[in-house]
């Protein structure tokens, strides 16, 4: 069974860009979450999709953005990036029901220059 | 919000000793996840416990809910250089579809 894939793993943006990252949780998982992990601030919530519908958003500026699509594989955006925006974007999806169990893909490591 | 305190921040260990690390909080959770990252990858979930005084093994690896539902602690046997990495608490949130994680555990063993 193939694990959560995030794409790119690697981007380096400059300020003032936007940039799109994608994830494709595990085949039957309908809930996507998304983190951002710095070392200031360690790992922090996004936002959480299921079937195409945000459940939930974390403590973040509008600049950040997130859809999932009807295979409920999701992208995140984020718009007007600043240097602070530099982060490891991870990406978690869980089944819909039983065990709390996020699966978490490896990241996106964002570079804002 | 909900605050997971989690300690020690660092832990410098020879290979073959014993560790644990806690993490606690001021809520009341009803799941406990213990999660592992090393460099350049995604936590990955090492034990998960659903109810108070929970007591779970995976391998070396045990971790306890705490009866107060305030807490957890996760212990390895005979550490090995792969243990090497940083360890995360979480809770899973209820029906807030998230988690929130501790600030972690970096672990280092000494071969």
């Known amino acids: 069974k193939a694990g959560v894939t995030q794409t790119p793993r690697y981007l380096i943006k400059t300020r003032g860009q936007q940039v799109t990252l994608s994830c494709s949780p595990i085949s039957g998982h309908r809930s996507v979450s998304w983190y951002q992990q710095t070392p200031g601030q360690g790992l922090q919530f996004l936002f959480e999709?299921?079937?195409?519908?945000?459940?939930n958003k974390g403590n973040f500026p509008g600049r950040f953005s997130g859809r999932q699509f009807s295979n409920s594989r999701s992208e995140m955006n984020v718009s007007t990036l600043e240097l602070g925006d530099s982060a490891l974007y991870l990406c978690?999806?869980?089944?819909?029901?039983?065990?709390?169990?996020?699966?978490f893909g490896s990241g996106t490591r964002l570079t804002v220059v | 919000g909900q605050q997971l305190n989690q300690s020690p921040q660092s832990m410098f260990i020879q290979e073959g000793e014993d560790v644990s690390m806690n993490c606690t909080s001021s809520s009341i959770f009803n799941t406990w996840l213990w999660y592992k990252q090393d460099p350049g990858e995604g936590p990955v979930l090492l034990i998960a416990?659903?109810?108070?005084?929970e007591l779970t093994s995976n391998g070396r690896l045990t971790a306890q809910f705490g009866i107060t539902r305030k807490d957890s602690f996760l212990n390895i046997s005979a550490s090995i250089p792969s243990d090497v990495g940083i360890y995360f608490c979480?809770?899973?949130?209820?029906?807030?579809?998230?988690?929130?994680f501790g600030k972690g555990t970096l672990l280092t063993v000494n071969p």
């Open positions: 416990l659903y109810k108070a005084g």
């Open positions: 978690a999806s869980r089944p819909s029901t039983g065990n709390y169990g996020y699966t």
């Open positions: 979480a809770e899973s949130g209820g029906s807030n579809y998230k988690l929130t």
């Open positions: 999709y299921f079937s195409e519908t945000q459940r």
